[in-house]
């Protein structure tokens, strides 16, 4: 493909830079090929000028597509460089916090220097099983792999860790081991990779070591071997240790420490058993304050040696070795402080008493003075003398320390062999998994001997890498039938040469070390001399003459010359090693020096052999003596034992983690990119890269290829054939051939050629995508403009309408004004006439009130004057007028007279005239009428006047006498007038006064109304103000009210929730408290099954027959689960004994720990059955108080009815002999009399005496029968206490149809409390509120029983006050009756009779209506009992008949078949009887089956043990096997046999247990008998006779409740027994559903095209696309409609069968949600709809079952919601609130996991910012949850299992011949 094709503009590129190794840009204009330059523009959006070297002419690398950042696998990158491996690399640690990548074959691992929780146990499981590229790159994936391997290939594998130190290499290693020794657990149940996991805290404390890169730096190289047998369980481990740095045991530089084992004994030296090592701080030993670092932090020294001590303990070495190697490390640690002192020039000593010698030499035993001696001095030996050397102070100080680097050596390789021999067993080795910690590629500024051999060590399996890289590449291709092309790679054989070959620098080295007089310098002029010139490797420094450079596969590196002799030779002076192994006190010190052949073991075991494999080589062993021992070097001791590891490896099959250190600060997930890029070349990385880009690195198959890429073919394109479809497309879009090949399952791409075709897949989607923009753009505009238009029409209508409202409005409003105007002017115009009128008026009224006061005035005077006038005139004329007083009278008449004729003559012409007026106007004659009674008011008037008109004559003349008196009396007063006249004017000065006075006062008077209006408008001011206030209160006051109601909603919300949230919480309780009840079950199970196995084991081993069970007494408990694991216990203990002697070697580590597991539960059970024996303690004491009570109350009442029986007896006594003197008397008296003994009266007489007689009888009866009765009663209360068994027959035996109802309360009452009494050697330990719950039904029914007591003795006594009546009236009737005639005696008797019978009718009912009633139903009830037998009598008796009549029928036409002649009419001829078949009448069964002691193993067997699900019960009722065997318990209850009750329990639970254990696998089998042992369980309550069970029983059920046994203990073992099997069935479930989740939820592309598939790398994932074989989501849904089918055939209950599928979504979801958690290809948009399509299948599946209310939707809202956190939009915050709200099921660790994760599949999506991420982890800080991230799938709910009574008649049940049990018998 041409690059102008390629280098686009804005394609994207890397170029160099010296800060951050490679940049990223973007090309500003297109590529030509004569271009020089290129114009690129930097991601800040800087522009610059790229130069091109005119030479090569070489292009910037291209970038990656952005789906393809992130990857899993390096490999499944399009472009393969360094700048995209770096990215990638970059981006998953920083972006996503994903420390471990595929590279190939190889797992990349960054130290993220930060401990995350991706190593527990969930983690274990999640990828235990799986492939290695479905799930995401993890340590855990590369260890199943190659335990897989192994297991598959029969080959043993290895996995080889490297990385430089503080890259984690040690921390990847323990993990693998800790990998193997969880998935595949031990074959010995020694526990082996317990002692294999122990070895790793031993080995870091003596040998890792805080260095300036690493707190707990490996400072060796180990491969360590893990054994398997042939069913891959871990047998044991080898561990082989390679270089270690001694030189750190004497110097450490800065910020360093020495081996943690040494800082570990001074931070623990104050305990008590290290005091005699006199240590101290680290401060106060040279060898361990050096590197000024003693702490480090966040480590506690002294913790960390519990842990190594208890490593040590596991691994069998016992206290004593310990505290010797302790001993052997303080000791040099003393010797290291040992100071030596010049002498002189060539000599030095040792001061005496040296404190640090003398402690050396009393821990290691030898003398003070030889040390002393040899530590100052050398021996130098010659052909014939011995000399004595003394040593310079600086020889000797390098003595003293290559002793301790000796010491430390020899005791370092003794731990190393004893953990070797500690982790071998006597089992076979099959095949074993190397884990190789080795350092990596190493160079300082200063390189010396130990870099050169770790460099060496790395040339060497980076060859191995990459001779392993090529082999696989060349087996892919030819395994795809690709055309084969060598592919040149960097081999390092030549580097190695130079190191390893004769006349190398080891062989050089080694030939120097030989030399007398050899020296650094001399090696180094030897080796410029010998490789200068002749290998290009190799170059000499130009500054420098001791020192040399090798180009190694990494990196150049240059060494010193300087100390590679000494430690090559690493001489120690042979006269201290004589001196520590003569020592005589301390045997351990001489025994790290002897052979190691010789060496006893710590445990003091025999070391076994194991079978180890011929690949499995062992370090050397030592020479036979001590002048041997250092004869080969060490550079000679590494090459051998690096050759040796390299065959091993090479023998295996090899699995590469690269270790990564991101920076050299040690900080959290922060990434250098130089440092990363350095390590990256070192450790071969790039090169795997580099061999797999030379050739064809992306590899499809062609279903993924044409699931990808089907958007770039055309419908005609598409065959059948999908290869041929491939090729087709790709001829088509890559022209040049060499681009692609077609192998036989893949198509094989050149790098670069993916990203290519993405990029023809982008623009396709793009070109696609933009014509639906462009199409629903279109759409969406002319559905806009069409909405616009419509709405436009619509304003305009409306506003047109608006408009034309308006105007009318206005015109009625002008008219309106126009008319409001006319009538305001009115009334102003009239308002103003009326106050000018009122003004006026007012004018007017003043001035005429002031005239009329003038004319008033004026008036009066006049007046005054006309009175004064009159008087005096008056009396002038009074006397004139009685001299005219007759003639006018007189006069007056006349004129009158006159007068009244011309008016009546007037009133007759008016008359007259009126009259006319009438006939003319009939309208006046109303008027006329009033008139006329007008005219009659006026006469009446007129009489009325005249008549006062005399009176007025008569007082006139009175008047005229007193008005002459008064006369006189006016003139007097006209002198006082006179006299009075002068004080008017006084007066009406005051007067003028007054009225000034007055208008002062109207003047305040309108002041006052003046400030009356004011204070009248502001009090209603203030009103109206009150009232706006008074209204506001109001509303503030409703505000208020509204407030309360609101709170105490909320309050009321509130306690609602807290309600609802502590019923939750409780439930929480309830359920956990099952969970853990549920899980001891199971650990329990556990317990026995590996007891189990350890019996067959040991039986197997030993061949000694086990004794046989040995049973306990059935008082002592009744709980079989106990009762079996005792008895499996004590066999445990037996055949410990018998196989003590040959089980001595074995490891007794699980044995301990059954034992110490067993007298754990002895002690629960011990406590629980104190308490319980506590709780039963004082429930006896509280129910010995109420019996003391009652039986005081019931002996008083038992004397009283003594009394009362005895004082009935006299009486009865009295009454016989009364009646024996009257029938003598009546004998007597008849035979003297007339009447015969015969006659008709002496009949009568003596048949009524007999009548009377027989009725005494009776009554004597009854007395009998009430004192039988109380002797019955007196013995019951004597004698209930002294019951010891629950199988003891009660005291009252009668039948209950038989009994009185007193009687039948008496004994239910007696009967409750034997029961409740009855004693139990082992009973569940009961609450105090069942106690106290027990104690008040007593007390209830004990009131009860009293009151019905008391109406009994009542009721008694008056029987004895009726019969004694009763026998007074019998004897007067008697009497009566004597003098009667007999017909008369006979109706009086009847009379009698009949008025005796409704007297006590009517007493009864009137004393006790109640009883009347009771004793009418018991009547009534043995009438009708008695009716009922009658007319069944009647039935047999018909039935009888007809059976008679047909049995005569039949002999009749028997005898009619012979003729007549054949015999005679007398004789008699033998016939042969024929058999009759007489149909046998249906028993009524009583729902029971018995069988025979000896039957019992049979009826398990066939009905447990040999019963197939699939066979015969297909066709059995549903739980038909728990009917038959409850009611062949029901028969052993009714017959009152406790031993065939518990040996028929017994047995069943066993068989249960034991099929299980043996078809424990099959669903069928485990649903099968869960459904029955829960029908069984159900039986047990709905028949055991409590109440609470009874509620649904019919009648005839309640009849066949146990009667004799109360089974409720045996309930609780048989409800344990259904836990195990629910567990078990989960189990089975789950291994059925497990295989099928990921690939139906997850992988299976349920919704087609929705999601397309990535390209993968090396580790090619289980591809979406449905092929043969490959679960979909539809295989889910059936194997759930199996399951439920079968648990619905097998009659499971219904609530049981919700928890199952409840049980089983939980799996389903969790399973999903962990795998969507660990593999980042499934988090994308497209998987979310995918999941959520999923989901909503399983929820319509749960609807058409009916479990929607199961609460297993539920379970899958996790699920849900990490779909739908997939799905959402994540940029904003707002998105992130929406988040947090969302995802309340998910942890913070989850979400943060997913978004992540979360993996554009498209180029149309984004990733999620990490700003984004950080906001989500802010939001959810202050979420209290667990750090957890994998949900527990082993997680299982607490059970339950609801009371569910059956309607199936136990009566009714048939037993099917199939079964074969014809030796039951119904009964």
């Known amino acids: 493909m041409a690059a102008s094709e390629l280098y686009t503009k804005s394609a994207r590129v890397w170029i160099p830079d010296a800060e951050e190794v490679w940049k990223s840009a973007e090309l500003a204009k297109d590529y030509k090929n004569d271009d020089a330059s290129l114009q690129l523009m930097l991601e800040d959006g800087t522009t610059i000028d790229h130069k091109l070297d005119p030479k090569t002419k070489n292009l910037p690398y291209l970038r990656n597509p952005d789906i393809l950042v992130g990857e899993n696998d390096l490999t499944a990158l399009s472009y393969l460089h360094e700048p995209a491996v770096l990215h990638n690399l970059k981006v998953r640690f920083i972006d996503s916090k994903l420390i471990y990548t595929y590279c190939g074959i190889v797992l990349v691992a960054i130290n993220p220097y930060e401990t995350l929780p991706i190593y527990g146990t969930d983690i274990i499981n999640a990828y235990s099983g799986q492939n290695m590229g479905d799930m995401d790159p993890h340590i855990f994936a590369v260890a199943e792999e190659a335990y897989k391997q192994m297991a598959r290939d029969e080959r ?55 260095t300036t890169r690493n707190d707990n730096s490996s400072r060796f190289g180990k491969y360590i071997e893990i054994g398997f047998d042939n069913r891959y369980r871990i047998i044991g481990a080898n561990m082989r ?594 106050q000018k009128q009122a003004a006026a008026l007012a004018m007017q009224t003043i001035l005429r009130a002031y005239m009329a006061r003038q004319k008033y005035q004026a008036l009066l005077r006049e007046h005054k004057a006309v009175i004064i006038q009159k008087h005096v005139r008056g009396w002038l004329a009074r006397c004139w007028y009685k001299r005219c007083l007759e003639a006018i009278v007189y006069l007056q008449c006349c004129i009158r007279r006159m007068r009244a004729k011309r008016e009546l003559k007037k009133l007759k012409i008016e008359a007259r005239s009126v009259e006319h007026f009438k006939k003319l106007n009939k309208g006046m004659e109303n008027k006329i009428m009033q008139l006329q009674r007008k005219i009659d008011e006026q006469n009446k008037d007129n009489r009325v006047i005249s008549e006062r008109l005399v009176s007025l004559e008569s007082s006139y003349a009175s008047e005229s006498e007193r008005m002459r008196g008064e006369l006189g009396r006016l003139r007097g007063v006209e002198e006082d007038a006179k006299n009075k006249t002068n004080q008017v004017s006084s007066l009406l000065e005051e007067l003028e006064k007054l009225r000034k006075e007055l208008s002062v006062t109207q003047q305040e008077k309108k002041t006052i109304e003046d400030w009356a209006q004011k204070y009248r408008d502001e009090m209603e001011k203030m009103v109206s103000e009150l009232k706006d206030q008074n209204g506001l209160l109001k509303k503030e006051k409703d505000d208020l009210n509204r407030m309360i109601q609101e709170q105490s909603q909320q309050m009321t919300e509130k306690m609602t929730r807290a309600i609802a949230q502590e019923t939750q919480q409780l439930e929480t309780d309830l359920n956990e408290e099952r ?219 009668q039948d209950v149809n038989k009994l009185k109802d007193a009687d039948e309360l008496k004994q239910a009452y007696v009967g409750l409390k034997d029961t409740n009494r009855s004693p139990r050697s082992v009973r569940p330990a009961l609450e105090v509120s069942d106690l106290l719950s027990r104690l008040r039904l007593l007390e209830q029914q004990l009131q009860a029983q009293r009151r019905t007591y008391d109406s009994e003795v009542e009721s008694l006594r008056g029987e004895l006050q009726n019969v004694k009546e009763e026998n007074n009236r019998q004897q007067q009737l008697l009497a009566q009756n004597l003098q009667l005639p007999p017909e008369a005696r006979i109706e009086a008797s009847l009379q009698h009779e009949i008025t005796r019978l409704t007297n006590e009718n009517l007493e009864l009912m009137a004393d006790d209506p109640t009883a009347s009633r009771e004793a009418r139903v018991i009547i009534l009830r043995r009438m009708v009992d008695l009716m009922e037998q009658l007319e069944k009598q009647d039935r047999t008796i018909r039935k009888l008949k007809k059976q008679l009549k047909v049995y005569s029928k039949r002999i009749g036409e028997m005898g009619a078949g012979h003729t007549e002649g054949q015999t005679s009419p007398g004789q008699m001829v033998e016939e042969p009887i024929h058999p009759v078949n007489i149909p046998r009448r249906e028993k009524d069964f009583q729902g029971m089956l018995e069988y025979k002691k000896e039957d019992e193993m049979k009826l398990v067997k066939n009905l447990i043990l040999e ?47 034991k099929i299980l254990k043996k078809r424990g696998d099959d669903f069928e089998t485990v649903s099968f008998w869960l459904a029955n042992t829960c029908r069984f369980l159900h039986c047990l309550k709905q028949y055991s006779g409590d109440e609470a069970f009874m509620k649904h029983n019919t009648s005839r059920q309640n009849e066949h409740c146990l009667s004799n046994f109360d089974l409720a203990e045996y309930r609780q073992v048989i409800s344990d027994l259904a836990i195990q099997i629910y567990q078990q069935l989960v189990k089975c479930m789950e291994n059925i559903l497990q295989p099928m989740i990921v690939s139906g939820m997850l992988e299976h592309e349920t919704i087609q095209g929705v999601s397309g598939v990535k390209p993968t790398g090396l580790r090619k994932r289980t591809s979406s696309i449905a092929d043969e074989g490959t679960y979909t989501l539809d295989s889910i849904l059936r194997q759930l409609s199996a399951f439920h089918s079968t648990m619905c055939q097998h009659g499971t209950d219904p609530e049981l069968i919700k928890q199952v599928v409840k049980q089983l979504f939980y799996i389903i979801g969790a399973v999903t949600l962990n795998n969507l958690l660990l593999r980042k290809d499934m988090c994308s948009w497209s998987k979310g709809m995918q999941i959520r399509y999923n989901v909503s299948q399983l929820e319509e599946w749960l609807r058409d079952k009916g479990l929607m209310n199961c609460g297993a939707k539920e379970t899958l809202e996790p699920l849900i919601q990490a779909a739908q956190l997939l799905q959402v939009k994540k940029k904003t915050d707002e998105d992130a609130e929406a988040i947090c709200s969302m995802c309340h099921a998910l942890t913070t660790a989850q979400i943060v996991k997913v978004l992540n994760l979360y993996t554009p599949v498209n180029e149309f999506e984004e990733r999620v910012s990490v700003a984004f991420i950080r906001t989500i982890q802010t939001r959810l800080r202050d979420r209290c949850e667990s750090p957890q991230l994998l949900m527990d799938t082993k997680m299982i709910y607490p059970v339950t299992f609801p009371f569910s009574p059956s309607s199936l008649a136990l009566e009714t049940i048939q037993i099917p011949t199939s079964l074969n049990l014809s030796f039951l018998t119904r009964v």
């Open 1507 to 1553: 019963l197939k699900p699939r066979g015969v019960a297909v066709n059995l009722i549903p739980g038909l096997p728990a009917y038959i065997l409850f009611m062949c318990l029901r028969h052993a209850d009714y017959v009152n046999d406790d031993q065939k009750v518990r040996t028929l329990l017994t047995s069943t639970i066993n068989s249960i247990k």
């Open 156 to 210: 043993n594998q290895s996995i080889i860790v490297s990385g430089e130190s503080g890259a984690g290499k040690t921390v990847s290693a323990k993990y693998a081991m800790r990998y193997f020794a969880t998935v595949s657990g031990s074959a010995s149940e020694a526990n082996v990779e317990e002692k294999v996991l122990a070895s790793n805290p031993i080995m870091e404390a003596i040998g890792n070591a805080k």
């Open 241 to 834: 240790t390679y270089l270690l740095e001694k030189s750190r045991v004497v110097f450490q530089a800065d910020e360093e420490r020495n081996y943690h084992i040494f800082y570990q004994l001074c931070a623990s030296a104050n305990q008590p058993e290290f005091k005699n090592l006199r240590l101290s701080t680290a401060n106060d030993f040279l060898y361990t304050r050096q590197g000024r670092s003693p702490v480090i932090e966040g480590i506690d020294d002294a913790k960390e040696l519990r842990t190594t001590r208890h490593a040590f303990t596991l691994l069998g070495i016992n206290e004593s070795y310990q505290i010797g190697l302790f001993q052997v490390l303080a000791a040099i640690l003393h010797l290291g402080n040992v100071e030596i002192k010049d002498r002189d020039s060539d000599s030095s000593l040792i001061a005496p008493n040296n404190r640090h010698l003398t402690a050396f030499c009393e821990l290691v035993g030898v003398t003070y003075q030889d040390m002393s001696q040899w530590l100052c001095h050398r021996k130098l030996k010659t052909a014939t003398e011995t000399y004595i050397k003394p040593l310079p102070r600086l020889q000797a100080t390098n003595a003293r320390d290559a002793l301790s680097k000796h010491i430390y050596a020899k005791l370092f390789s003794w731990i190393v062999e004893h953990v070797n021999k500690a982790l071998v067993t006597n089992v076979k080795q099959h095949s074993f998994i190397g884990v190789l910690d080795i350092y990596g590629f190493e160079t300082f500024e200063i390189n010396s001997f130990e870099q050169f051999c770790i460099n060496y060590a790395n040339e060497k399996l980076q060859q191995q890498f990459n001779m392993h890289v090529f082999k696989l590449e060349q087996e892919e291709y030819m395994k795809e039938q690709i055309p084969w092309t060598l592919i040149d790679f960097y081999d390092n054989q030549p580097c190695i040469n130079l190191i390893e070959a004769k006349m190398g620098i080891l062989d050089l080295l080694d030939e120097e070390c030989k030399m007398p007089k050899g020296s650094d310098d001399s090696w180094a002029q030897k080796l410029y001399n010998t490789h200068l010139k002749t290998c290009s490797l190799f170059e000499k420094p130009r500054m420098s003459n001791r020192a040399f450079i090798i180009q190694h596969f990494a990196d150049k590196v240059e060494y010193q010359c300087e100390g590679f002799l000494e430690k090559n030779k690493d001489t120690v002076n042979e006269e201290q090693i004589h001196v520590l192994k003569a020592s005589k006190k301390f045997d351990l010190l001489v025994e790290l020096f002897q052979d190691e052949e010789k060496a006893t073991t710590p445990t003091g075991q025999v070391p076994g052999t194991g079978g180890r494999t011929r690949l499995s080589i062992k370090p050397d062993k030592g020479r036979d003596t001590s002048s041997k021992e250092h004869k080969k070097t060490v550079g000679c001791q590494f090459r051998n034992s690096l050759q040796m590891l390299m065959e091993t490896l090479n023998a295996t099959t090899p699995h590469y983690v690269r270790c990564i250190k991101p920076n050299d600060f040690k900080l959290a997930f922060s990434f250098d990119p130089k440092r990363a890029v350095q390590q990256l070349r070192a450790c071969g990385v790039l090169e795997t890269i580099r061999i797999s880009a030379a050739g064809f690195p992306s590899r499809w198959t062609y279903q993924e290829f044409f699931s990808r890429y089907r958007v770039l073919m055309k419908q005609k394109d598409v065959l059948p054939d999908r290869k041929l479809t491939c090729k087709n497309v790709l001829e088509k879009l890559v022209q040049d051939q060499d681009k692609y090949q077609f192998g036989k399952t893949k198509i094989f791409f050149r790098a670069g050629q993916v990203a290519y075709l993405e990029k023809l897949r982008a623009d396709k989607l793009r070109a696609a995508c933009i014509r639906i923009q462009k199409t629903i753009r279109c759409w969406l505009a002319r559905k806009k403009y069409l909405r616009q238009r419509s709405a436009a029409i619509t304003i305009q209508r409306f506003t047109r309408g608006y408009q034309a409202r308006c105007l009318a409005k206005f015109m009625r409003r002008t008219q309106a004004a126009t008319i409001i105007q006319k009538y305001q002017r009115m009334c102003v115009e009239r308002k103003r006439f009326r």
């Open 1075 to 1293: 969970s853990r009840y549920q899980n001891l079950l199971t650990e329990h199970l556990r317990l026995e099954e590996k007891y189990d196995d350890l019996k067959e084991e040991l039986a197997h081993s030993t061949n000694v027959s086990k004794p046989g069970h040995r049973r306990t007494d059935s008082t002592h408990s009744s709980n079989e689960s106990e009762y079996t694991y005792n008895s499996e216990y004590a066999e445990l203990e037996d055949g410990s004994r018998v196989g003590e002697d040959v089980t001595r070697g074995m490891d007794t580590s699980l044995t301990l720990k059954l034992q110490k597991r067993v007298t754990e539960l002895e002690q629960e059970k011990q406590s629980l059955r104190n308490e319980l024996e506590n709780r039963e303690e004082q429930f006896q004491r509280a129910r010995a108080r109420d019996d003391a009570q009652f039986r005081k109350a019931r002996g008083a009442e038992l004397e009283y009815e003594s009394l009362k029986r005895q004082e009935l007896e006299s009486e009865n006594k009295k009454l016989r002999h009364d009646l024996a003197e009257m029938r003598q008397s009546l004998l007597g008296g008849a035979a003297a009399g007339a009447g015969a003994p015969g006659s008709p009266a002496y009949k009568v007489l003596l048949d009524q005496l007999n009548a009377s007689c027989e009725e005494l009888e009776v009554r004597k009866e009854e007395v009998l029968i009430l004192r039988s009765q109380l002797v019955s009663q007196k013995e019951a209360v004597h004698h209930k206490d002294e019951k010891e068994t629950m199988t003891e027959p009660s005291v009252f035996a």
